[in-house]
């Protein structure tokens, strides 16, 4: 049986798994657990997205130069988006949720096809709604497993290294964040790159109680410092603290910016932005296929409980995500099925045991909690708003670690690397539609009637199955 996207819609008791599900309600295909009623607040991870979210801030920029959204009604979107965050580690997706940041280059390039207004909103609208729906159709009918599930290993690596090394143009590429953030990017990653991945610093953390606290709050160590080294190096201003809360403009939002406003885009648009679509549901299936080799790694580790992630559940959360933002506050930066970069500084800390996390839903959970809270907070705001970009840029570098070295794994063969290599440069250089492409060209001239089932030539010691 393919393990890769086993169906988690049963209890793992009825499956015959002998981990232990956590409480929950159960709501038809959904696990409900509430905070402090299924699971216990984890503060470290709460704390570490109270400044985590200056990376859900850094989609403010964006909106800004696309659709010419004043500050504060790009606010009112990331405060919504936030909030339906929450929604994943809520109805049982042990995921911490996060944007489909590969595809926001294919969706900026798509919408400034149209002129700057209501036609270029009305291009993300139908787009956002599309991608929505599309998803949702999969996970109801269940093929979004069996979608995934039939991927040949050599793509499923291809896809995943393809992203990684995507993100690591986008922060070292022409106009990326290093270009403005140099010096402060450079030590800020150094820093957590030592702090998650480091041997040394492991090993230390073993050894001492005072490592072990700075271990658990994973990249705000980082954050912290980038306030500071920023200013210094001259690459920012020093943050200006303002004290209350933030006031979004959701009016602006809901007359200018939405169907509420400007009526629903004519059926010709939600035509046209089917490619796109298409294309950005490619980059989406690298983040599910993410999410599941990262939450397997972390299920072997913690017998005590489930933590298997159902695909299908994951597509009618996000998919009814993009489809629900698409109607109220379009999103350049989407509703994507994970945040790789913060689900493995949360899974890395479930895997040293219930000590120092008694539930991946709670760890999930209080970060997405916390990041809501820094959104409305406004001392947090501007404390992290003159270093959005390296906290973009940190999160995207962290995710391609992970997405190359889980990418490569995903292989079974050395024909399979080879095939994933080409791949994945077919991806970064040409987009996600061309890399799949090129991925299943290679699979079925090498393969051929074995384009499925690939090989296993020993390469690696460890099977997935």
């Avoid at 230390?204 to 994973?218: C, D, H, T, V, Y």
């Avoid at 599941?292 to 017998?303: M, T």
């Amino acid at each position: 049986m393919d393990q890769t996207l086993e169906n988690t819609g049963d209890s793992p008791e009825e499956r015959g798994d002998l981990s232990a599900t956590s409480p929950h309600w159960k709501a038809g295909p959904f696990r409900v657990r509430l905070p402090f009623v299924h699971y216990r607040l984890e503060w470290p991870d709460y704390t570490q997205g109270l400044l985590m979210c200056a990376v859900d801030l850094a989609a403010i920029p964006m909106m800004v130069d696309l659709l010419g959204m004043p500050f504060e009604v790009a606010l009112a979107v990331v405060l919504l988006n936030g909030i339906l965050y929450l929604t994943h580690h809520l109805l049982g997706d042990p995921v911490v949720p996060g944007w489909i940041t590969p595809a926001i280059p294919l969706v900026i390039a798509y919408c400034e096809t149209f002129p700057e207004g209501s036609e270029r909103v009305h291009a993300l609208i139908s787009f956002q709604i599309m991608l929505g729906v599309f998803s949702v159709l999969l996970g109801v009918t269940g093929l979004a497993r069996r979608v995934v599930g039939a991927i040949p290993p050599a793509i499923k690596a291809g896809v995943l290294m393809g992203a990684g090394i995507a993100a690591v143009q986008t922060v070292f590429g022409e106009g990326g964040e290093f270009e403005t953030f140099p010096v402060t990017i450079s030590i800020a990653i150094g820093l957590a790159f030592f702090l998650m991945f480091s041997r040394h610093f492991s090993s230390w953390r073993e050894r001492s109680q005072f490592a072990a606290q700075i271990g658990k709050l994973g990249v705000l160590p980082a954050i912290l410092l980038a306030v500071v080294v920023a200013p210094l190096a001259g690459e920012a201003e020093w943050s200006e603290v303002e004290w209350g809360l933030i006031q979004p403009d959701f009016v602006t939002l809901w007359t200018d910016y939405t169907i509420f406003g400007l009526g629903l885009p004519p059926a010709s648009m939600f035509l046209t932005a089917v490619p796109t679509v298409l294309a950005a549901y490619i980059v989406v299936f690298g983040d599910t296929l993410q999410a599941n080799s990262v939450l397997k790694q972390a299920d072997r580790v913690r017998e005590d409980e489930d933590v298997t992630y159902d695909p299908d559940r994951s597509h009618l959360i996000f998919g009814g995500r993009n489809a629900l933002m698409g109607v109220i506050g379009p999103d350049v930066a989407m509703c994507g099925p994970s945040w790789s970069a913060m689900l493995v500084v949360i899974t890395e800390r479930f895997k040293e045991g219930r000590r120092a996390m008694g539930s991946l839903f709670g760890g999930a959970g209080s970060f997405r909690w916390g990041t809501n809270t820094g959104l409305v907070l406004m001392p947090i705001v501007t404390l992290v708003k003159p270093v959005l970009g390296v906290a973009l840029a940190l999160t995207l570098l962290i995710q391609a670690y992970v997405s190359v070295r889980i990418g490569i794994m995903e292989a079974r063969s050395q024909r399979d690397l080879g095939i994933a290599g080409v791949t994945a440069g077919a991806l970064a250089l040409l987009g996600a539609a061309w890399g799949l492409g090129v991925g299943v060209l290679m699979c079925l001239v090498i393969y051929g009637r074995d384009f499925f089932r690939g090989e296993d030539d020993g390469t690696f010691a460890e099977s997935p199955e």
